[in-house]
């Protein structure tokens, strides 16, 4: 299931998702090992206008990068860029010390990306060794990813429906996706195995990035805090 999108947001979907493609995945690891992001690709997420597009538009597109690289989303919706002292994960991107609305949507669309990037790499490793479900105790749990690809799914639904202005408040939105991340993380590695946590791996960045996601707007009680504030008010 999916937000019905106009031509013109389709469009932009999938010209972020070629410039990630093109662009963002093939330096992820340095931009990752480095914490800077690169002119080429800084260039490449001017031209998407990220931060001038709409709330909608901006979520499509930042996810999409983030499927390569959750750095170089983050940095190109929250409009920041460089060397950033001590981030263990999501590296280059500084702490945002009174985040907005908006940029708890960017981070949630972020998170999407993560858990993407993360399923997508168990899939990939599942369907390389010829898995197929069991049954058996000691058989990959592939219904780890089925939950974990449903709980990604459902996130979408909330960050579009939050970017179209319904629904839950952004910052609710965003603890829901920082968590379907988290999960969706911890089911890829369960499939995959110790390999995951290779150096300059996907899923090695992927472990890293889902949790330090929310400590780039502050802290994740402080994000709930904003979301129950939302709710009450």
Known sequence: MR??????????????????????????????????VPPPVTAALDALDIRGADALASVLVIE?????????????SLGVAGPSAGFAGLRGVPRVMAPDHRQHLAMAAVCLGIGRAALDEALAAARARGDR???????????????AATEVDAARLLVQSSAAGQGLSEAAVLAFAASAARHAVDAALRIVGADGFAVGGTLERCARDARAACLILGTEDGIRQAAADALLA
């Open 3 to 36: 937000f019905d999108l106009s031509p013109e947001l389709a469009a932009l979907q999938a010209r972020a998702r070629s410039v990630a493609a093109a662009t963002v995945r093939p330096v992820a690891a340095e931009i990752d090992r480095t914490a800077v």
């Open 64 to 76: 999409e990068i983030a499927v390569a690289s959750a750095s170089a989303a983050a940095c190109g």
């Open 133 to 147: 479900p069991a049954g058996e105790p000691g058989a990959p749990p592939h219904w780890a990813l089925a939950d």
